[in-house]
């Protein structure tokens, strides 16, 4: 965690480089979350995650929809929270908890089995 990779030799360097930018978000994503449990600003922080949170979202969104897709068995458009959790940790990173994610997102509470 925290150390870039060395590039595949059937990566390209654009792929290599997103890569790598990724990782390096994922890091500074779950130090972030490592602050905030004990920071009496946390709404700020709390934010600012959210904002990062966001941002890697939108940026792999096509790659989060067919891990999600392949992953809905019924095509109901839903998935398990544990997949949720694992789709996000395999697409953008796992150095990050996913599934505590989902209480500040609002996606876990009763009956918050699946996520859609």
Known sequence: PGQLRRQPQ???PDEYLRSSQLQL???ELAALQRSISGDPQR???QKEMLRQVAQMVVE???ALWSF????DAGKTGFVAASTWAEGCAAVLGGDFEWSSMM?????EGPGADMVD
């Open 43 to 45: 709404e700020g922080l």
């Open 10 to 12: 059937e990566e390209s």
């Open 103 to 107: 209480q500040l997102l609002g996606l």
């Open 68 to 71: 999600f897709f392949s992953h």
């Open 25 to 27: 978000q994922a890091t």
């Open 60 to 62: 792999h969104k096509p």
